[in-house]
């Protein structure tokens, strides 16, 4: 056989293999394409993803905006910004303190020493797919806090909002 006939044999062995693995893929994952082509696969995911956080985080209380914005109306309770200190510096909810996981990880934190274990803390991340505020709101109540929330909407949907933000620190 010639090298053109062996590269044609090879050429019709690639595209037989790639049409059985995309045969086998769509078999395997079905009910996500079904979902697919109902238009129905985002709010499929955002439900698992819900179900998710949910048996993850139990202890953890959460907020949605509405009610973050509540809590912050009243002046009472301490806001927690766990993005990056970049992030932060950038722009952030007026009055809130920077808290990120890196920063949680110090034994002896001097970030928590001043403040009271029955405060009320609020923690956010960037978006509401950032789950960076449920794990650093569940560091802080092993850490003794007791009165701490995710707000799950995250920085973005607070901006979005038109709420108050700010640039310093």
Same mark, same amino acid.
Not at 27 to 46: D, Y
Not at 63 to 84: P, V
């Given at each position: 056989?010639?090298?053109?006939?062996?590269? &044609?044999?090879?050429? !019709?062995?690639?595209?037989?293999?790639?049409?059985? !693995?995309?045969?086998?893929?769509?078999?395997?994952?079905?009910?996500?394409?079904?979902?697919?082509?109902?238009?129905?696969?985002? !709010?499929?995911? *955002?439900?698992? &993803?819900?179900?998710?956080?949910?048996?993850?985080?139990? +202890?953890?209380?959460?907020?949605?905006?509405?009610?973050?914005? *509540?809590?912050?109306?009243?002046?009472?309770?301490?806001? $927690?910004?766990? &993005?990056?200190?970049?992030?932060?510096?950038?722009?952030?909810?007026? +009055?809130?303190?920077?808290? #990120?996981?890196?920063?949680?990880?110090?034994?002896?934190?001097?970030?928590?020493?001043? $403040?009271?274990?029955?405060?009320?803390?609020?923690?956010?991340?960037? *978006?509401?797919?950032?789950? $960076?505020?449920?794990?650093?709101? *569940?560091?802080?109540?092993?850490? +003794?806090?007791?009165?701490? !929330?995710?707000?799950?909407?995250?920085?973005? +949907?607070?901006?979005?909002?038109?709420?108050?933000?700010?640039? #310093?620190?």
């Amino acid at each position: 056989m010639t090298r053109r006939g062996f590269f &044609r044999q090879d050429l !019709a062995w690639a595209a037989f293999l790639l049409v059985l !693995a995309a045969a086998f893929g769509l078999a395997k994952h079905w009910p996500l394409v079904n979902l697919s082509f109902q238009g129905k696969l985002v !709010a499929h995911l *955002e439900e698992r &993803r819900a179900h998710r956080r949910q048996a993850q985080f139990q +202890g953890v209380r959460t907020l949605n905006l509405a009610q973050a914005y *509540e809590l912050f109306q009243k002046g009472q309770s301490l806001f $927690i910004d766990a &993005r990056k200190p970049e992030e932060y510096a950038e722009l952030h909810i007026t +009055g809130a303190v920077n808290l #990120s996981p890196e920063k949680l990880q110090k034994p002896d934190n001097p970030d928590l020493s001043g $403040i009271a274990k029955e405060r009320q803390i609020v923690v956010y991340c960037a *978006e509401a797919h950032c789950d $960076i505020a449920l794990k650093v709101a *569940e560091k802080l109540q092993s850490l +003794g806090f007791t009165q701490v !929330a995710a707000f799950l909407g995250g920085f973005k +949907g607070w901006d979005e909002a038109g709420y108050p933000v700010d640039t #310093s620190q």
